[in-house]
């Protein structure tokens, strides 16, 4: 069964402090994988996209990361702003059609 | 560059209405489009996409229907709305088969009273 998993399903941090947000996946055939930030009440933002063959990827203080052979990929956020509280959705892509499985998202809250 | 629209951005309506939520894309041809539903706590939920004109997938039966009139014009739909039609509904598009370049509606709220 075609499957996304997030975890931890909520985090909270002190601004400033680092986090790493987690994904995991049994989508197959494997297409791509991508991070979403999706502020309360709007549309979810693309983060980073990567492919089979892309380990890391970086959009400014967001790194994600990706092994596709144990399927898992993390997101990692530095010097977290009180602006990174919001949804973290990871949506992994099958290679054919209108195949996208979601995960359910990481709700990220960062306090001063 | 290619944009998307989604409008209104919030909408109460009574039990029973009528409903007809928009989204059209700029800068692209031939999008494909996509309706999805995100329920507090839960993922997104495609509800229906569409490659072309006048075609239209549904993904899960419901109180809704989708069409498009146009290429770049997608039409969520319902002729009386539930109280469970209640949610938080997005409007998408992307261009290919790998789906690379997906990108989100910025959203409508929609309660039903």
Same mark, same amino acid.
């Not at chain 1, 075609?2 to 975890?7: A, I, K, L, M």
């Not at chain 1, 977290?80 to 919001?86: R, V, Y």
């Not at chain 2, 629209?5 to 041809?29: K, N």
């Given at each position: 069964?075609?499957? *996304?998993?997030?975890?931890?399903?909520?985090?909270?941090?002190?601004?400033?402090? $680092?986090?790493?947000?987690?994904?995991?996946?049994? *989508?197959?055939?494997?297409? $791509?994988?991508?991070?979403?930030?999706?502020?309360?009440? =709007?549309?979810? *933002?693309?983060?980073?996209?990567?492919?089979?063959?892309? $380990?890391?990827?970086? $959009?400014? =203080?967001?790194?994600?990361?990706?092994?596709?052979?144990?399927?898992?990929?993390?997101?990692?956020?530095?010097?977290?702003?009180?602006?990174?509280?919001?949804?973290?959705?990871?949506?992994?892509?099958?290679?054919?059609?209108?195949?996208?499985?979601?995960?359910?998202?990481?709700?990220?809250? *960062?306090?001063? | 560059?290619?944009?998307?629209?989604?409008?209104?951005?919030?909408?109460?309506?009574?039990?029973? &209405?009528?409903? &007809?939520?928009?989204?059209?894309?700029?800068?692209?041809?031939?999008?494909?489009?996509?309706?999805?539903?995100?329920?507090?706590?839960?993922?997104?939920?495609?509800?229906?996409?569409?490659?072309?004109?006048?075609?239209?997938? &549904?993904?899960?039966?419901?109180?809704?229907?989708?069409?498009?009139?146009?290429?770049?014009?997608?039409?969520?739909?319902?002729?009386?709305?539930?109280? &469970?039609?209640?949610?938080?509904?997005?409007?998408?598009?992307?261009?290919?088969?790998?789906?690379?370049?997906?990108?989100?509606?910025?959203?409508?709220?929609?309660?039903?009273?």
């Amino acid at each position: 069964k075609n499957q *996304v998993e997030q975890s931890p399903q909520s985090l909270i941090i002190l601004e400033g402090k $680092n986090c790493t947000l987690q994904c995991n996946y049994t *989508v197959s055939p494997f297409s $791509n994988l991508r991070w979403y930030k999706q502020d309360t009440g =709007r549309g979810p *933002v693309s983060l980073t996209i990567m492919t089979f063959s892309e $380990n890391t990827k970086s $959009n400014g =203080r967001y790194t994600a990361t990706l092994d596709a052979d144990t399927k898992q990929s993390s997101l990692h956020i530095t010097a977290s702003q009180l602006s990174d509280s919001a949804s973290y959705i990871c949506v992994v892509s099958r290679q054919a059609g209108t195949a996208l499985i979601f995960g359910k998202g990481t709700t990220l809250s *960062v306090s001063s | 560059s290619q944009t998307i629209h989604q409008w209104p951005a919030t909408l109460v309506q009574p039990v029973g &209405s009528p409903l &007809s939520l928009e989204c059209t894309v700029e800068g692209t041809s031939n999008p494909n489009l996509y309706w999805y539903r995100q329920a507090a706590g839960r993922g997104l939920q495609l509800l229906f996409y569409s490659v072309g004109i006048g075609q239209i997938s &549904s993904e899960v039966p419901q109180n809704l229907s989708a069409s498009r009139p146009q290429d770049r014009q997608f039409i969520l739909s319902s002729k009386k709305l539930l109280l &469970s039609d209640s949610g938080f509904y997005l409007c998408a598009f992307d261009r290919g088969v790998t789906n690379y370049g997906y990108t989100f509606g910025s959203g409508t709220r929609l309660t039903v009273v």
